[in-house]
């Protein structure tokens, strides 16, 4: 192909409009990085800009010394683990039966699952329904009620119908179960999509703070998922420790809330780029037909 | 022996049946079959009971009545179509049948339905009497409970006011259902009765009572668990119920089976009928155990949940009626079932394999024709009957894994279905949901209540605003910058640029929220630090409602133009190259393509994304604009479910927001329609 040096041109201006998007994405996360080790008083005198003026980590090891923060960024991991072991479990037990076609009832569930996703009861029908249940203002609401995300089980169907039919064949001859075909075969073929539902999944439950809100009361506020927390922070609703004055004082104040801001930023941040080839097949099966 | 018409004349007859001939008698039948299944009268009676789980008015006395003159006219007319029609079949070309009186049939079958109706009766009055209990406790006359308890507690009370008076209304029915069945065999040698007989193990052999048990039983423990001083009841309640399950599960096939043995007593040909009857019996019974001992623990542990839970009574009224009419269904789907599939426990004997004299042939003419006709249908179902064992030996495991996510379901979202109901009742916590009478304006008052108030336009006209502008501004970003990345020459820069993009869509809106303030923060804000170094007075989006919203959209759009590039990408990757290669070489430009390759190639993609987009113009996202609002700024941030927030969860006003929400749900869906088939008009393919 032969390309004229008008295009060249039309090509360098759309890398440069790329890469002012790149700064526009990146710029208010560093500004934040930056203001996390400026010291207080740069902070004061409006002086930080995007680069931290009077380098320090104070605000860190404050931060991951108040117990009250170190524990909840503790429980919201242990909350994702439990969350993303529980929910893949889950939509792995949904999706596999569905791909067989000849399943009776298969429509049926298929149905049944996918109503949920067009028509649900709403916010206090639920409230009502985990009170009655008696999870109402207990940790595990935080993980069960929504363990289970039937969009995500679409991505896992879809994929695992792009698994050949082949093999699944060779192995009933060979004799094995469903289950065996499910543990043998199937898993081991499905790493990608698991990683990217165990992304989405995590992702939703280290970012997500509209349940605990709802349904956790605040006696229960040990219980918390960090970025509740971090909302209270930022919000001047409640310093992270009562003891650490240092939370309402402005200019410390203001680091302190970045820092905590980094912290709970910076683990998906490390995690995301090494799954980008799996999510973004994920993402794509998504918008199949469901 | 005068009402049959038959001559079994060629022996052996099993060698000169044809398939074809089978089929013609055979399968006409299993319509009619499923006519006495539908006519049963567990249907109406089923009906009864949703019906009176809703509503619980008097009104539906009439209902009941209806249901129950429907109930018996329905089962009488089965029982009957039954004997009449339903075993009608071609032997040898001949055809068979009933010639027995109609008038006294009809009659006989009559009473055998208001004897089975008795038994129920006297199981519902025992329930009865906890349910006049119940309402007691909610009109609150405390005193009588306290009376009655006292009377209920210790050993000896509970023996005289619990124990014995349910085991008088166990043990009742018990005693007339077994002397309906023993009816027939007293009056065997009329050939009517036998035929009765006949009939009564064709479709739904000894089951009959057991059905009525079983709801009785389901009934009973309802009402008990109701009231919450019956707790221990239940409990004894279940065991008694258990006990007669298991001995009428045995009992009854055996009662079968004797009767039948003599009738053929004496004469029996090799053992057709008995090897059949037994075989069968043995079968049906083994299954009815396994449902009643699967059964009864799932009422006991939702009893005992419920207890605990202190649960809205009524709610799982409706629960346990529905999982109990459920698995009456499933008790006449297996029932149904193992009559299509009951004879592959016959063995066809040839009668080559024993010589039998003519004349015993003679002499039990009609147990011939019952085990010829047997025989006959054996052979037919037997390759449909292997087929269904074979399947489900394959896959009854992936059964098994579906239990867990439909539990998952139903509970977490098909129950707060359930619950809905609050937005179109009066406001009351005291009694059961179901009891409460509707609110008003035939139940729509929550929801005339809140378009009155302020708060409710105000969040209505800002989730649509919100929501609009997303639409128009924040629905073509990602298109735009799919095209644009797709433009992009440098493959390794893209990727990066493709990584850099995804990041936003992982920051939580609480940590946007915090970007936000440092970015255009009045005071100290980077753009505003910025702008007043400019000499500019700066930006206030946090104060002032205009700027608020701008900075709503825009870091919408920031957050996720990026990830929704994914789909896009995608699909600008299965266009095909050739489109691209045969445009350059006629010449065309850039934005050429752009325009009638790319966006063309993109339209099925757009389209089934904005039906999904316009299926949430309505729904709300939460924590967006939660995390974003402030005080100042609440007459444009505060959406529908930050309204049902905090009137509802904060606010506890429940039926109010829980009609909020429905209305909410019910709109999208009519948008979802509304769009999908739109866009089915237009030709493209939509989502549903």
């Not at chain 2, 539990?407 to 707060?416: A, T």
């Not at chain 2, 009478?437 to 209540?449: I, N, P, V």
């Not at chain 2, 608020?548 to 990026?562: D, E, F, N, P, T």
Request: with cysteine; hydrophobic share 50%.
């Amino acid at each position: 192909m032969i390309k004229s040096k008008k295009t060249k041109a039309a090509d360098y201006f759309i890398a440069f409009v790329c890469f002012l998007l790149i700064l526009v994405c990146i710029i208010p996360l560093f500004s934040v990085f930056a203001r996390s080790l400026s010291s207080p008083s740069a902070l004061m005198r409006k002086e930080v800009f995007l680069w931290p003026v009077g380098f320090n980590l104070d605000a860190y090891v404050r931060v991951l010394s108040s117990n009250k923060y170190t524990w909840s960024l503790i429980w919201t991991a242990m909350l994702t683990v439990m969350g993303v072991i529980l929910s893949l479990f889950m939509t792995i037990i949904l999706a596999y039966p569905l791909t067989y076609d000849n399943l009776k009832g298969r429509k049926f569930f298929n149905a049944f699952a996918i109503f949920t996703m067009y028509f649900g009861a709403g916010t206090i029908p639920m409230y009502l329904l985990l009170k009655q249940v008696g999870l109402l203002n207990r940790w595990p609401v935080l993980v069960i009620p929504f363990c289970l995300s039937v969009f995500n089980m679409i991505i896992m169907r879809s994929f695992m119908y792009s698994i050949p039919e082949s093999l699944k064949e060779s192995a009933e001859i060979d004799g094995a179960g469903p289950i065996r075909i499910l543990i043998s075969i199937y898993l081991p073929l499905c790493k990608p999509v698991l990683a990217t539902l165990s992304l989405f999944y995590a992702v939703g439950r280290w970012n997500g703070f509209s349940d605990a809100l709802y349904f956790l009361s605040p006696a229960q506020e040990r219980y918390y998922p960090i970025q509740l927390l971090l909302y209270q922070l930022i919000q001047n609703v409640t310093s992270v420790d009562p003891s650490q004055e240092a939370f309402t004082q402005p200019g410390i104040s203001e680091t302190l809330q970045m820092a905590s801001v980094m912290i709970a930023t910076i683990p998906i941040l490390m995690v995301y780029p090494f799954l980008q080839r799996y999510f973004v097949t994920g993402a794509t099966l998504g918008a199949e037909k469901g | 022996m005068e009402n049959f018409i038959t001559k079994p004349d060629n022996i052996p007859w099993s060698a000169r049946m044809g398939n074809s001939r089978l089929e013609e008698a055979f399968l006409p039948q299993w319509r009619k079959r499923m006519l006495c299944f539908l006519l049963f009268p567990f249907i109406p009676v089923a009906v009864f009971f949703i019906l009176v789980g809703i509503f619980k008015v008097p009104i539906l006395f009439i209902a009941f009545i209806i249901a129950l003159v429907l109930g018996i006219f329905g089962s009488t007319l089965s029982v009957y179509l039954r004997i009449t029609e339903l075993d009608r079949i071609s032997v040898n070309g001949e055809l068979i049948s009933y010639t027995g009186d109609k008038r006294e049939t009809f009659l006989y079958c009559l009473k055998t339905r208001l004897l089975n109706l008795v038994t129920l009766g006297i199981y519902w009055l025992g329930g009865f009497d906890a349910r006049a209990m119940n309402k007691a406790r909610y009109s609150r006359t405390t005193r009588t409970d306290e009376v009655s308890n006292q009377k209920r507690s210790g050993f000896t009370g509970k023996i005289l006011h619990i124990i014995f008076p349910k085991l008088l209304v166990t043990s009742v029915p018990i005693i007339l259902m077994i002397g309906t069945h023993l009816i027939p065999i007293r009056e065997r040698s009329e050939l009517f009765w036998t035929e009765l007989a006949r009939a009564g193990t064709r479709l739904f052999p000894p089951n009959m009572d057991l059905w009525g048990l079983t709801k009785a039983l389901a009934r009973n423990g309802v009402s008990a668990f109701s009231n919450q001083h019956y707790y221990n009841e239940v409990t004894t309640l279940l065991m008694t119920g258990i006990l007669v399950f298991v001995a009428c599960s045995l009992l009854i096939p055996l009662y079968r089976y004797k009767m039948l043995k003599w009738e053929i007593d004496g004469t029996a040909i090799d053992g057709y009928q008995l090897r059949f009857t037994a075989a069968y019996n043995k079968y049906l019974g083994n299954v009815y155990l396994g449902l009643v001992m699967i059964y009864v623990p799932v009422v006991l542990i939702i009893t005992l949940m419920v207890n605990k839970a202190k649960i809205i009574p009524s709610v799982y009224h409706l629960l346990i009626i529905a999982l109990y009419i459920l698995l009456l269904a499933i008790f006449g789907f297996v029932s149904y079932l193992a009559a299509k599939f009951r004879i592959q426990n016959t063995e066809i004997l040839a009668p080559t394999s024993r010589q039998i004299p003519w004349e015993s042939y003679m002499v039990t003419e009609e147990a011939l024709n019952l085990s010829l006709v047997e025989s006959e249908r054996e052979v037919f179902c037997e390759a449909q009957r292997r087929k269904f064992a074979n399947y489900m030996r394959r896959h009854w495991t992936l059964y098994l894994l579906l239990v867990l996510p439909v539990i998952y379901l139903i509970v977490f979202r098909y129950v707060p279905m359930l619950f809905i109901q609050i937005g179109f009742k009066q406001n009351n916590i005291v009694v059961p949901i179901s009891d409460v009478s509707w609110a008003r304006e035939y139940g729509f008052g929550w929801l005339l209540d809140a378009f009155k108030t302020r708060d409710f336009r105000l969040a209505l006209r800002n989730t649509l605003m919100l929501n609009g502008l997303d639409l128009v501004l924040g629905f073509p970003a990602p298109i735009i910058l799919a095209i644009l990345l797709n433009e992009l020459a440098f493959k390794k820069y893209k990727r990066v640029a493709q990584t850099v993009y995804y990041m936003p869509n992982f920051l939580s809106w609480v940590i946007i929220s915090s970007l936000a303030i440092q970015l255009f923060n009045g005071t100290d804000g980077l753009i505003n630090q910025w702008l007043n170094n400019m000499g500019s007075s700066g930006i206030r989006p946090f104060e002032q409602n205009g700027q608020w919203v701008a900075m709503y959209v825009l870091l919408g759009i920031w957050q996720s133009a990026g990830w929704g590039t994914i789909i896009y990408l995608a699909a600008i990757a299965g266009i095909n190259p050739e489109y691209y290669e045969a445009a350059s070489i006629d010449g065309a430009s850039r934005w050429q393509k752009i325009w009638h390759i790319t966006l063309t190639g993109l339209r099925p993609t757009i389209i089934i994304l904005l039906i999904m987009r316009l299926g949430s113009i309505v729904g709300s996202d939460f924590e967006r604009p939660f995390a974003l609002r402030n005080p100042l700024i609440t007459e444009v941030s505060d959406v529908l479910s930050i309204f049902i927030y905090q009137r509802g969860i904060r606010g506890m006003q429940f039926p109010l927001t829980a009609a909020v929400g429905i209305f909410q749900s019910v709109i999208c869906l009519i948008f979802l329609f509304t769009a999908n088939s739109l866009a089915k008009k237009v030709g493209e393919r939509g989502v549903l």
